[in-house]
């Protein structure tokens, strides 16, 4: 699949602010400064579609891209940012929970982990939340492009035992780097076979 038209839509501070359509969403998400906007902007091939910042946490709202007037991307708040008040942490718990409980449209939770870091109870905790809460989702593995090849290798191979650990079929996985476009074609084109599903009649 290829992006040929992404767009903003609107903020949202609530779920039920989200637009009002029926389209399918795809929704973005990790830990602070694991490189989401650059991720976003790499896929939709546009360097100003969601706002980077070398201060993470700058994601407050959920934020609507549509792209190819054919579906959504949604930009979720980061988690984890430790520089933020308890009670603005838990409005955004809130808010992202209550976005992936409650949006019918939500097709797939994109969870975005840097694959420098050892696999991060923060992660591994959400990871488990969606699953508990049969969400269906894949892991994006970010910044691979700081890694050699083979040390990257050696990392997605221990996120996969550590998840194995609970998990009897690990769900898909993804290694992108922004910098060098790395994982866009493979990401797409797995959103593309799902938006194709769901056009097709089931018998």
Sequence with gaps: MEIKQAEFVLSAPTVGMCPADTKPEYAFIGRSNVGKSSLINM???NRRLAKTSSTPGK???INHFIINKEWYLVDLPGYGYAKRSKSETDRLDQMIRGYILQRPQLVNVFVLVD??????PIDLSFIEWLGMS???FSIVFTKTDKLTPNKVRQAVEAYKQKLSETWEELPPMFQTSSEKKEGRDSLLDYIGQINLSLKTPTL
């Design 43 to 45: 896929l939709t091939n």
């Design 134 to 136: 049969s969400i269906p």
């Design 59 to 61: 994601t407050l709202l």
């Design 115 to 120: 694959v420098r870091l050892d696999p991060q």
